[in-house]
């Protein structure tokens, strides 16, 4: 049973570009988080999705930022125009059912680097 | 605001020691409290999770304890040794969002 798969590994943009990270999650889940890494920090929520509908992106950037989960193929975080306070690890976690005690499994992330 | 307020930020022990990480929250609505393991370059990896009913539980060298009215709970590593060596996070959760702590970086000399 595959786990969590993130894409690319490794994302390298020049400032003004897109990215674009892809999250499929485990087999039979169809809740899907996606989180921000900064360097020595903790993990900071951006938003929360099930198929075809955003449940709560209160943590992710008014602008720039986009996330969409379709009802086929993964699901996709999107920032346009980067700029170099975009690097970071963006990580995709995905979990069966929703609510308490639903644990959250965890990609590998994608490191983006803005130049 | 930080949710889940966790420390030491850092932590070295000796290898066979018992290293103590612990976490604090406001929210009384958290019911749910795992726990994560992240090596370098990998993503978190669940490592040992508990509900707010119980005290204590235990998953091989790996200990939560969880005092509900302090509103606190601690990760134990015993007999710990350096491929212990790791960031942990704690978490907790209610409905949507899991709040994370911002990890401890624990290294294990041998």
């Known amino acids: 049973n595959a786990g969590v798969m993130q894409n690319p590994r490794h994302l390298v943009r020049r400032r003004g570009q897109e990215a674009r990270l892809r999250c499929s999650p485990m087999?039979?889940?169809?809740?899907v988080y996606w989180y921000r890494q900064l360097p020595e920090e903790g993990l900071k929520f951006m938003v929360y999705?099930?198929?075809?509908?955003?449940?709560?992106e209160s943590g992710m950037p008014k602008e720039r930022f986009s996330a969409e989960f379709p009802k086929e193929g993964p699901s996709i975080l999107r920032i346009q125009q980067v700029v170099r306070g975009d690097s970071a690890a963006y990580f995709c976690?995905?979990?069966?059912?929703?609510?308490?005690?639903?644990?959250?499994?965890f990609g590998p992330g994608t490191r983006l680097t803005v130049l | 605001q930080q949710q889940v307020k966790q420390s030491p930020q850092s932590l070295i022990v000796q290898k066979g020691g018992i290293p103590i990480i612990n976490c604090a929250y406001e929210?009384?609505?958290?019911?749910?409290f795992p726990w994560y393991q992240q090596f370098p370059g990998k993503g978190p990896a669940l490592l040992i999770a508990?509900?707010?009913?119980?005290s204590e539980k235990k998953e091989g060298r790996f200990t939560i304890s969880f005092n509900k009215s302090a509103k606190q709970f601690s990760l134990h590593i015993m007999d710990s040794q350096p491929g212990d060596s790791a960031t942990y996070f704690c978490?907790?959760?209610?409905?949507?969002?899991?709040?994370f702590g911002t990890g401890t970086s624990l290294t294990v000399i041998p």
């Open positions: 976690a995905s979990s069966q059912q929703r609510g308490t005690a639903d644990t959250q499994y």
């Open positions: 087999k039979g889940h169809s809740h």
């Open positions: 999705l099930q198929k075809e509908n955003i449940i709560d």
């Open positions: 929210n009384t609505a958290f019911d749910y």
């Open positions: 508990i509900r707010p009913d119980v």
């Open positions: 978490a907790a959760t209610t409905g949507n969002q899991f709040y």
